[in-house]
């Protein structure tokens, strides 16, 4: 079997990535991501635009000094300026590169640089020779290639592989190609340049119809060996490729591609966690590779499925991209086999199949409420029920408790007592002590309040309340807990369940002692 092809990974994360509005990076921030793009084994960091401004030469310059294992790029116009002081911000680079670009398609030649077809390939072999003046190592993007007419791309591209060209950069700019036309392009042009061999053909796509990272591939296919793309798919507009789904695929699909990357992809999620740390651009959950759900089963049967095989829905292994693992999320779509394996890790063992039965049915009508159920959901309902199935007097059958400016606030309660429903009403200092109130009118337990607090079991304005209360009884002290999305109701459960207690004394019999 012959040996793949180097397929090189350009990361353009500080360059094409901080033409994101609202993306741009100080001189430490891109030398900390470029840092973390060198342990990812990137082969080129394009580190900046350096003729743009000071502060980004000096970024560029930064950069070439702290990278090492990574070659550094600097991108530049067909401008002696530009080329020289991409060269200048390059000079301490351990490995330097030149990227010099104009733009080949009518509209841009006519439109933006007001320049002949003629006098723009001048301009770019002028440019090329002038980099490589400087460094060995020079790029050269037709900017617009993708809307470039084929027979000028095909001139222009021999004339600066003759000027000292090493590596041919395809750039579909404004994201207008499709897969299959992209591939043709790469395979077109390297069957016509008669000196193609003499230069890597590369492509850079945008994603303005969302085919940044198809039509990068399909290049690839095509022969293209260097792929440009960002962390997350950052840059400008609608973003460039995005390196973890172009290095995924090729690595997850072997079968179809004759290359691969060099790259750590266990430092993916590190890159992507880091670049939208310090860009502000946040991750959606749905990303492929670096989403939080990229890698987590909500719904029954896929969680049946990845706990009996994990390959039944899953293509990669989390580990693989630098997830600690992969996740299953516990929701109003989970199954049974999901909710017992989560409560065996969380080591609760449940005693019988009806006690599973019954934290099972728990589960589903809080994730009526919920949208994710966490550890602590669990390890709340599970207490629950197993309080619920120790034979317990008093139960909660329902509650409607009103508080309204300016007016007392009044509970009133349905509890079975012993099995036989028995309603009752108080009104109190606020609503909890209303409640409060109109349990223990009902149940008599004789008991003092000592404690009562409220925690929030996990984040956000859905998440339940945990709640815990203490009653005192002849010098006996008795702990009751109860949880829901709905504080009241915690708070009436936790009463209630502190009252089980105390109507239990032969099971708890240690005065002074807190019965939790
Ligand atoms: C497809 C891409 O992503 S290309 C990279 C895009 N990135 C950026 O533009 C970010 C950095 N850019 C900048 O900071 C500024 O645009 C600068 C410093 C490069 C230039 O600034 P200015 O000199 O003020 O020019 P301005 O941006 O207004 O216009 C661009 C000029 O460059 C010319 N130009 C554009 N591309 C090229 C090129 N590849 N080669 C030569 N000239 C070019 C334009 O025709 C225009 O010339 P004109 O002033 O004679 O009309
Ligand atoms: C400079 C080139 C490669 C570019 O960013 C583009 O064409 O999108």
């Not at 029954?300 to 039944?312: A, F, N, S, Y």
């Not at 504080?487 to 105390?502: D, F, G």
Request: charged share 25%.
């Amino acid at each position: 079997m012959s040996a793949k092809d180097h397929l090189i990974i350009f990361d353009t994360t500080l360059r094409d990535g901080e033409q994101s509005p609202g993306a741009s990076m100080t001189r430490d921030e891109k030398v900390r991501i470029a840092k973390a793009l060198e342990k990812l084994r990137v082969d080129v960091i394009e580190a900046g635009f350096p003729i743009a401004s000071p502060g980004d030469f000096e970024a560029v310059k930064a950069v070439a000094e702290a990278v090492k294992d990574s070659r550094v790029c600097g991108l530049a116009r067909a401008l002696e300026a530009d080329i020289d002081r991409a060269g200048e911000a390059l000079k301490n680079a351990n490995a330097g590169r030149i990227h010099t670009f104009i733009a080949t398609s009518p509209i841009h030649m006519e439109k933006k640089l007001r320049m002949s077809p003629d006098q723009v390939l001048e301009q770019a072999v002028y440019a090329v020779k002038r980099a490589r003046n400087l460094t060995d190592d020079v790029e050269f993007s037709p900017e617009d290639a993708g809307r470039s007419e084929i027979d000028f791309l095909c001139r222009i591209l021999e004339a600066v592989i003759d000027a000292g060209a090493r590596t041919l950069n395809i750039p579909d700019t404004v994201g207008y190609n499709i897969p299959d036309q992209f591939g043709s392009l790469i395979a077109t042009l390297r069957a016509r340049i008669p000196n193609a061999d003499k230069a890597i053909f590369s492509v850079h796509c945008h994603n303005d119809l969302g085919l940044a990272v198809a039509n990068s591939l399909a290049a690839v296919r095509n022969g293209a060996r260097q792929v440009e793309c960002t962390i997350n798919g950052l840059g400008e507009r609608a973003g460039n490729a995005a390196l973890e789904e172009i290095v995924m695929t090729v690595r997850t699909r072997q079968d179809l591609f004759d290359c691969d990357t060099r790259l750590d992809t266990t430092q993916i999620m590190n890159c992507s966690r880091l670049v939208s740390g310090i860009t502000g651009f946040a991750v959606q959950p749905n990303k492929a590779v670096v989403g939080a759900n990229a890698f987590a089963h909500e719904s029954g049967i896929h969680q049946d499925g990845v706990l009996k095989h994990r390959e039944t829905y899953e293509i990669m292994r989390a580990q693989d991209v630098g997830w600690s693992e992969n996740r299953m999320v516990l929701g109003k779509h989970s199954g049974r086999n999901a909710f017992r394996a989560r409560l065996q890790e969380l080591g609760v063992v449940l005693g019988s199949e009806e006690e599973l039965n019954a934290a099972f049915a728990r589960f589903k009508d809080l994730a009526d409420k919920k949208h994710e159920i966490f550890d602590e959901d669990l390890q709340a309902l599970v207490t629950e029920t197993t309080l619920e199935t120790a034979n317990e007097r008093v139960k909660l059958v329902s509650m409607r408790v009103c508080s309204e400016t300016g007016e007392t606030p009044s509970a009133a309660l349905v509890l079975a007592l012993d099995g036989e429903e028995r309603s009752g009403t108080a009104t109190g200092g606020g609503p909890v002590d209303a409640t409060f109130k109109a349990i223990e009118g009902l149940v008599q337990t004789g008991s003092t309040l000592k404690l009562y607090s409220v925690n929030a079991i996990t984040s956000g304005t859905d998440a339940q309340g945990e709640v815990t209360v203490r009653l005192e009884k002849g010098g006996r002290i008795v702990n009751g807990q109860g949880a829901d999305t709905d504080i009241l109701v915690a708070s009436a459960k936790a009463y209630i369940n502190a009252c089980n207690k105390i109507l239990h004394p032969a099971e708890r019999a240690h005065p002074q002692a807190a019965d939790v």
